[in-house]
């Protein structure tokens, strides 16, 4: 009987020293990914959002230079770590790119000759930009 007791005992001893307040589940880089970002710094000179949507499209607002925010629509795909997507008029983005998400922190870097990078932080689009955006039709 004491055995059992000092068995017991042992057991639960041992199934209380696992982590405390339990652990969140690790993310997917897809999920990751489906918030909203603000670029920090880009290869042209623009302010640019994005935010990507867990069912595959995305919104991207540009501002080149002085001009109004400008709004892209379209779909994204992930395979990996390999992000690719087309505007809404069905033309494919200038390159693919290889994510990587460390913290709230995004980088895209480009599948090309240029090997270009793109570094974005989590943020909201403020809704001054959303209202008052041109939107485009066709991707440039």
Request: glycine share 6%.
């Amino acid at each position: 009987m004491k055995r059992l007791i000092y068995l017991i005992s042992a057991l639960m001893l041992l199934a209380s020293c696992g982590e405390k307040g339990g652990t969140q589940p690790q993310l997917t880089l897809k999920q990751k990914l489906c918030t909203e970002w603000h670029s920090t710094t880009v290869s042209l000179d623009a302010d640019i959002y994005i935010s990507f949507a867990d069912n595959g499209t995305f919104e991207l607002y540009q501002k080149i230079v002085e001009g109004a925010y400008r709004l892209y629509r379209g779909t994204w795909n992930l395979e990996e770590d390999l992000l690719t997507g087309k505007y809404n008029d069905g033309e494919d983005w200038a390159a693919a790119y290889k994510v990587t998400i460390v913290n709230n922190v995004l980088t895209l870097t480009s599948y090309n000759d240029t090997a270009e990078e793109s570094v974005f932080e989590k943020a909201k689009i403020p809704s001054e930009i959303k209202e008052t955006c041109e939107i485009e039709v066709r991707s440039r």
